[in-house]
Each structure stands twice: as C-alpha cells, then as structure tokens.
C-alpha cells in the first residue's frame, strides 16, 4: 500500500519537471524566433519552426517580440521576408479585422512592403 502514494508522487514529480522542461524550450524558441525575424532570416526562421516541429499559426498568438506579435515585430525591423513568411502562415481570418494594418498606419510604418501582403492575403 505504501508503494502508490510513492509511485504517484514520483509521477508528479516528473511531470512537474518536464512541464517545466517544455515552459522553457518554448521561451528559447520565442527568443530565437524573435532574433531570427528582427534581422530578416527566414531560412533560420523556418529552420526553428521545423525543429520544433511548429507552424506559424499555432505560436503567433503566443509569442511577443518587444511586445508586438511576430508580423508586428516584422514590420518594425523592415523584416520583409520574413513578415512574408509570417503572413503566409497565418490563417486569412487572423488578418482580416486589420488591426496590423491600423497598428502600422498608427505607428508611422504604413509605408512597410508588408502592408500590401497583409492586404493581398487577407483580401482587403
């Protein structure tokens, strides 16, 4: 009988570990992620996604930039093709309200390349 309450609180300790194990990698690949756009390497922006086994549109939400997501952190850095890669990956009702558009019309960066892909892509 001794043997569950020692066997469960083993699992929950490595559980534990490993949820914090993956807290971790996640931060790395939000660092990297974030490095990789604001100099405008998408092959290594690819690279990291593929690693780490991740699409775009399932981390975009989750991941800041110097407090803008990574299309905004794009557009700020003049990361072309890299925001291109972003607004490829990205489901088209992400960007359909705009708010990205209005964010860098806003911010002075209404001239940024990346406007016109966001609209060509969201169909606006």
Request: with cysteine; charged share 25%; glycine share 8%.
């Amino acid at each position: 009988m001794k043997f569950v309450p020692v066997l469960l609180s083993v699992s929950m300790g490595l559980g534990a570990f490993s949820l914090s194990f993956e807290t971790k990698a996640n931060d790395q690949l939000a660092v990297t992620l974030c490095e990789y756009i604001a100099v405008d390497d998408k092959g290594r922006v690819r690279k990291a996604l593929k690693s780490s086994r991740v699409k775009i549109r399932n981390v975009f939400d989750a991941i800041e930039c110097n407090g803008n997501n990574m299309l905004r952190h794009a557009i700020v850095s003049n990361a072309v093709e890299t925001g291109k890669l972003i607004v490829k990956g990205l489901p088209k009702s992400a960007l359909a309200d705009g708010a990205d558009i209005a964010w860098a019309e806003s911010n002075g960066h209404g001239g940024s390349p990346l406007i016109a892909e966001i609209k060509k892509r969201a169909g606006l």
